[in-house]
């Protein structure tokens, strides 16, 4: 079960024209969600799921973000061809990137993952 995001959140980060693709189901919202917090784990050493009850709001909203840029690429990818174009897709696919990049850098360079035991050399 996803944690650190929804759906609602996913489709306003991929935009309307993936938030109106009706070949998108909720199950595929949460397998990428859930995939989103395993590349989390990947990057920091950090199982975010596990102690996200206990964690701070600021510390809450920047895994949201996360999480949720991630999904909302892989939401974008499913079918590209529903955007007017190609280079539309992309921006969306680069700025949701950028959020997840932006969050990453951040919980390494303030060691938020290594109070928890995470590794700062993941990547």
Same mark, same amino acid.
């Given at each position: ?49 596990n102690?996200?009850?206990g964690l ?44 997840? /990049? ?6 390494? /360079? ?13 990547s």
């Amino acid at each position: 079960m996803a944690t650190l995001s929804n759906s609602g959140k996913v489709k306003l980060a991929a935009g309307k024209v993936v938030s109106d693709n009706a070949n998108i189901t909720g199950a595929n919202y949460d397998q990428w969600i859930e995939e989103a917090e395993a590349q989390l784990l990947a990057e920091t050493g950090v199982e975010w799921v596990n102690i996200f009850s206990g964690l701070t709001a600021v510390k809450k909203k920047l895994l949201e973000s996360a999480a949720t840029a991630w999904a909302a690429v892989d939401a974008i990818r499913f079918d590209t061809r529903v955007f007017p174009t190609s280079g539309y897709a992309l921006d969306q696919i680069n700025m949701n990137l950028d959020r997840w /990049d932006r969050a990453i850098a951040k919980l390494k /360079d303030t060691n938020i993952s290594k109070i928890f035991g995470g590794s700062q050399e993941s990547s």
